[in-house]
């Protein structure tokens, strides 16, 4: 049979797990994406579409939770204290991306049966294959990182405790993730949720202390040319596009909607698709909300008070106290950041097991999993809290999300490539307009990382 003509899905074994895959995949192999937690969550075959939805709701909070991780923290900080406002429109463009993106992972995962590391696996000689995951693992990394740091710091800020013990004190986290990850998947997604919430009250409170310029606000989400012609706005803007869009989280996000038990025939994965989507704007909706939030605090309080340049998150604890005139504030402020850095966590650990799993078949205790990306983190960690102590941190925090800007090419182009192949995807293939704006998010992505690379050799 010609490998371009679309073959209708059809069910493959997969252990005691039945899934079904697409036609058009070169090796295509029915292993589920995080085969412990594989279609473990019922959705009813009857009922209201409120009902369906309630128990399709959850994924795209884990994916939420990687748009405002302790990276995202640090470039919104330096950008709201350095540029005021001006950067929201970054935010929100990076948002509406994500939100276009992640439609496409759901369409992926629940359509043709796989996480997009299993695509590229099955679709791609190994010579391509390969460094693609080993792209994947170093974003993976970067993040853990990012993550890293602001946990060791919520700690610190919260309890005392010096960043060096906080960093490896981080590596225990991994008895965390045993603990949800035996207890079922709805408390993995129980956990992310109450995270999300009590971050979302801790800055809701903290903007409201700040009481900012509402019409700068609204002025801030225009787009401006100035973003291309300042480096340092472009730097700033590319760590913030990095850290919103996130490569893992597209990996993350087609493998985590296979999680739901939503049938075999068309109508009930097109139904599927339609719900995994609603989840995840909702969620990225959220996202933009705290992000933004990072943004205008930092941007009525330390801009507005002549304070451009900080970055670092313990400055910004000491000094929120001052201007804001309550106490309250700098510890709100580190009750969402170590809130941020253990829920991330847990995203990071799933999306490490995605990869890992989806481009090279091997499958590793998450305990082990976590430990060895943890420790590709902590040592760099290690190094630049002992080596520079607080100083050095936001750099290394601002300087993970541009590296996760650099990697996005590599995930997002083969995102497009299979969801707009037909042989792939055959019935659940993505509309022509879904693609061509997808496949304008990866042109200025690829644009805005080859001017950025232009002008670090240009010095």
């Not at 903290?206 to 002025?219: H, L, T």
Request: net charge positive.
């Amino acid at each position: 049979m010609d490998a371009k003509t679309p073959l209708k899905p059809a069910p493959v074994t997969s252990g005691a797990s039945e899934i079904s895959v697409a036609g058009g995949w070169r090796n295509a192999r029915g292993e589920p994406s995080l085969s412990g937690m594989f279609a473990s969550v019922r959705i009813a075959k009857s009922g209201s579409f409120w009902r369906k939805l309630a128990a399709f709701l959850g994924p795209g909070y884990l994916v939420a939770t990687g748009y405002m991780d302790p990276g995202n923290w640090a470039t919104s900080l330096a950008g709201g204290s350095k540029f005021g406002y001006a950067l929201l429109t970054v935010a929100l463009m990076s948002n509406i991306m994500a939100i276009i993106l992640q439609a496409l992972c759901a369409r992926l995962g629940v359509g043709a049966g796989r996480d997009l590391a299993q695509a590229c696996r099955d679709a791609f000689p190994k010579p391509l294959a390969w460094p693609l995951w080993l792209l994947a693992e170093i974003a993976i990394a970067a993040t853990d990182l990012a993550e890293i740091i602001g946990t060791a710091i919520g700690l610190n800020l919260l309890f005392g405790i010096p960043l060096e013990i906080g960093v490896l004190i981080t590596a225990l986290d991994v008895f965390l993730i045993l603990a949800l990850q035996a207890a079922g998947f709805r408390w993995v997604e129980a956990f992310i949720v109450g995270m999300l919430g009590i971050i979302s009250a801790c800055f809701a409170i903290q903007i409201a202390m700040a009481d900012p310029d509402w019409g700068e606000v609204i002025r801030g989400f225009a787009p401006t040319t100035e973003i291309i012609r300042n480096r340092e706005m472009l730097y700033l803007a590319l760590g913030i596009l990095g850290a919103t869009v996130m490569p893992h989280n597209l990996y993350l996000h087609s493998g985590l909607v296979q999680t739901r038990n939503y049938g075999h025939s068309v109508p009930e994965k097109k139904e599927a698709i339609k719900l995994a989507t609603i989840d995840s704007t909702v969620a990225l909706c959220l996202a933009l909300l705290i992000n933004a939030s990072i943004l205008i605090l930092a941007a009525a309080t330390f801009h507005k008070a002549g304070k451009t340049d900080v970055a670092e998150l313990e400055q910004v604890h000491s000094f929120l106290s001052p201007l804001l005139g309550s106490a309250l504030a700098p510890s709100l402020f580190a009750i969402a950041l170590l809130c941020c850095g253990l829920s991330s966590t847990v995203t990071a650990t799933l999306s490490g097991q995605i990869v890992m799993e989806g481009f090279i078949n091997i499958k590793v205790a998450p305990w082990l999993r976590r430990l060895i990306t943890r420790m590709v983190a902590i040592i760099p960690a290690a190094l630049v809290t002992i080596w520079y102590g607080e100083r050095g941190t936001a750099q290394l925090l601002i300087f993970s999300q541009v590296v996760l800007s650099l990697q996005l090419p590599f995930a997002i182009i083969p995102l497009v490539m299979f969801t707009a192949s037909k042989a792939k995807m055959g019935e659940f293939v993505a509309p022509r307009w879904l693609t061509v704006l997808a496949a304008l998010i990866a042109a200025l992505v690829v644009t805005l990382n080859l001017k950025l690379l232009i002008d670090f050799v240009s010095g």
